[in-house]
């Protein structure tokens, strides 16, 4: 996580680390996006607590290529975006901008997840009543377009994809 006080003329500290959408996102995102897509980084979520003083604005991203977000990408996000976020004015007075990884959520998300997550335990949370379970847990085999599949004890269980509603990580185990 990179923190950065603006406004204050102080440098920025340098940290590791892991509600209502405010008015502001979309304008930020359409600045953040392009650098973001420069160093070939995703934009993972953007938050703007203004209830704080001075307000927060954190950035959450991944990087495509690498199975981690390392500090020098949430360096290279963050210079990046304070030199046209400040010369945009967007943003009056002082605020902290926060660039960091999301770290790893227990809800699986995008195709990536996926892939990463193969072979782990997950549960998968159903719309609707599947084969008698709202609820399956299973060692994750795939996903793709039509269902996702799961493995119970060695035996394959294709769900249509149409139900699931939620997956996420299991601590059960296999």
Known sequence: M????????????FLLGTAMTHPLIPDILA????IAEQFHLDIVETVFQTNQSPPVLRIDIRNRHQADTGLDDCEQMSHALDEVLESSGLIPGAYVLEVSSP???STLLTD????????FMVEADLQE???NKTTWIGQLTSRDETSLTLSQKGRSIKIPR????AVRLSNQAP
């Open 31 to 34: 600045i953040a996006e392009p």
């Open 162 to 165: 149409d139900l699931v509603s």
């Open 112 to 119: 990536r997840d996926f892939i990463v997550f193969k072979g």
């Open 103 to 105: 770290g790893i959520s």
């Open 129 to 131: 009543t599947y084969k």
């Open 2 to 13: 990179i923190l950065r006080l603006k406004g204050s003329g102080q440098p920025p500290l």
